[in-house]
């Protein structure tokens, strides 16, 4: 099992490093994992003047997965579009032919004064969005600008979704319900586009490959209620590009801390870039303060979803709840009577808990 671990910057090198803590001690406990590192983003453009240079494309490619920190800082925000940091990320995601993307919302009881909503209604809280990334309306033909019959100006973009591209992400989200509570939520707007009838329309059909998973539908509009009204009813939700994008960002709102969200892209073969939800935080950086446990988070996301190894994920993530339990917190989760630590502080307490 092979990954690919790419820091980037600001606070990336610094998150990145308490990952690899954990998975090089999963590793002396037996898991078999080969890790090498390499320039991207920023960094990648400071050593060979590209964010995404060849030699890291191609041990992207050759790896099973990929752990990435965050790129981009004030350094690197005068650099012309295609040597932004950011470019370099949307190039390998591309490269990497990642369509489906995975964010988990889980509120961990310890944190539960972090979240906007109330106690009763968000605690426990655990939910899987998974988000279709490559088409939709984010990427339609044909778009533009022109002018109507009455010589007004508009604009315009098209909204498609092609079948071969519902039945992967409608699998995509069967297969992630069968790794959780088996109930899946697909949310579309059926009432008034055509594209979701048809997008109801064969999520049924793949529905029938997946007799164990209680499949609903929902509305877009009632989703984005029903997750401040009753988060909890979801497990796993899927969803187009466009309301993916926006419903993934008001379920991680739920949680009420960014720096514990991780979130996963995968290819057709399972093959993962694994990230989290956050930038790279150049407000923080190179201070020992940043939370890594998003990023350790993905490290257990990865083992999940590329490698299979449920077990070794599960206990990453008994190792994080226990350093909750024990009231560790870094800055960006502190509360009075917790104890503060920093960013390597709080990794070595995860791998103790390990
Ligand atoms: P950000 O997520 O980096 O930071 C937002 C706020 O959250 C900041 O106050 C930051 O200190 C805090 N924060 C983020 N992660 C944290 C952590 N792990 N622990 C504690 N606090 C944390 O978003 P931004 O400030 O809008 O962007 C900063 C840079 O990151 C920009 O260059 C942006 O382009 C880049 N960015 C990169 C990615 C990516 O690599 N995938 C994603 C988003 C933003």
């Given at each position: ?5 790419l ?15 954990v ?10 994992l ?9 960094a ?5 003047g590209d ?6 494309l191609?041990?992207a ?9 965050a790129?981009?800082g ?23 032919g990642l369509?489906?993307?995975l964010?988990p919302a889980?509120?961990?009881?310890e ?19 998974v ?9 339609g033909?044909?778009r ?5 019959a009455?010589?007004?100006r ?9 079948e ?12 992630a319900?069968?790794?959780r ?62 309301f ?6 008001e ?5 009420g801390s960014?720096?514990?969200l ?8 399972g093959k993962?870039l694994?990230?989290p ?12 303060v ?15 979803y590329t ?37 390597s ?10």
């Amino acid at each position: 099992m092979k990954v690919a671990v790419l820091a980037g910057d600001g606070i990336g090198p610094e998150i990145v490093a308490q990952a690899v803590k954990v998975l090089r001690a999963l590793a002396r406990g037996g898991l078999k994992l080969e890790l090498e590192e390499a320039p991207f983003g920023g960094a990648g453009f400071d050593a060979h003047g590209d964010p995404l240079p060849e030699t890291t494309l191609k041990l992207a490619k050759a790896a099973d997965a990929v752990l990435c920190g965050a790129v981009g800082g004030p350094k690197y925000d005068a650099l012309p579009r295609p040597q932004r940091p950011e470019q370099g990320i949307l190039r390998l995601r591309k490269a990497l032919g990642l369509f489906a993307n995975l964010r988990p919302a889980v509120l961990y009881p310890e944190l539960v004064g972090a979240s906007t909503l109330k106690p009763e209604v968000v605690s426990g809280l655990d939910v899987m969005i998974v988000r279709e990334l490559t088409g939709d309306i984010y990427f339609g033909e044909p778009r533009g600008r022109r002018a109507n019959a009455r010589n007004e100006r508009e604009g315009y973009d098209t909204m498609l979704y092609s079948e071969p591209e519902i039945r992967r992400i409608a699998g995509v989200g069967f297969a992630a319900a069968m790794k959780r509570g088996r109930k899946l939520c697909s949310v579309d707007k059926e009432n008034v586009l055509e594209t979701s009838r048809f997008w109801r329309e064969i999520v049924n059909d793949v529905a029938k490959q997946y007799p164990q998973v209680a499949l609903s539908h929902m509305y877009v509009d009632n989703a984005a209620m029903q997750l401040v009204r009753a988060p909890k009813q979801f497990d796993v939700i899927v969803t187009g590009n466009l309301f993916g994008d926006i419903l993934s960002d008001e379920a991680s709102m739920l949680t009420g801390s960014i720096g514990m969200l991780p979130s996963a892209s995968l290819d057709a073969g399972g093959k993962g870039l694994y990230e989290p939800a956050h930038g790279s935080a150049p407000d923080i950086a190179g201070k020992n303060v940043a939370n890594p446990l998003a990023t350790i988070l993905s490290s257990a996301m990865m083992l999940r979803y590329t490698f299979n190894q449920d077990e070794w994920a599960y206990r990453i993530e008994a190792a994080v709840k226990s350093v909750l339990a024990q009231g560790l917190r870094t800055a960006d989760i502190h509360e009075a009577g917790a104890r503060k630590v920093g960013t390597s502080e709080m990794g070595d307490a995860v791998v103790a808990a390990l």
